[in-house]
């Protein structure tokens, strides 16, 4: 029988928040990157190289999506809350109804957009998810 595991980084990106948050928009991804995402060194390395992929600028990306951040931090506090609270019991169904024999990571993260491939890297789980 597999186990369920919550990898939640919110606590780091909160206190990277309380830093960046009055910068303006290119010293918040670079204080992204350098703080919070140092952290969390694969995470950071699997949204860069999807979007090199795709030949697209990750910094222009998140150019677009930190201003927007002010606006959303409550939102995600409770979505992030929200998840907590819902991992395990969803786990629990999903082992019930499918005959899961495998553990799951539910990867509670801030990034900049990007499938669930990267976390089999953090934890060594192809069978992760992205929340």
């Known amino acids: ?3 369920c595991k919550i990898s939640d980084t919110w606590q780091d990106f909160s206190a990277y928040w309380r830093l960046a948050r009055l910068k303006n928009v290119d010293e918040q991804i670079r204080l992204w990157q350098t703080s919070y995402m140092k952290k969390y060194p694969e995470l950071l ?11 697209v600028n990750w910094r222009e990306i998140a150019k677009k ?5 002010p606006r959303r931090f409550q939102l995600m506090r409770k ?3 929200a998840l907590l609270l819902v991992c395990e019991p969803i786990y629990k169904k999903a082992l019930e109804k499918l005959e ?3 553990n799951i990571v539910f ?9 669930q491939d990267g976390h089999q890297h953090i934890t060594g789980n192809p069978q992760s998810f992205s929340v």
Do not use: C, T
Not at 65 to 69: A, Q, R, S, T, V
Not at 107 to 115: K, L, P, T, Y
């Open 1 to 3: 029988m597999g186990r």
């Open 45 to 55: 390395s699997k949204q860069v190289q999807n979007y090199e992929e795709e030949n």
């Open 65 to 69: 999506i930190f201003p927007l951040l």
């Open 79 to 81: 979505a992030r809350n």
């Open 100 to 102: 899961l024999d495998f």
């Open 107 to 115: 990867v509670i993260h801030v990034g900049i957009g990007w499938g």
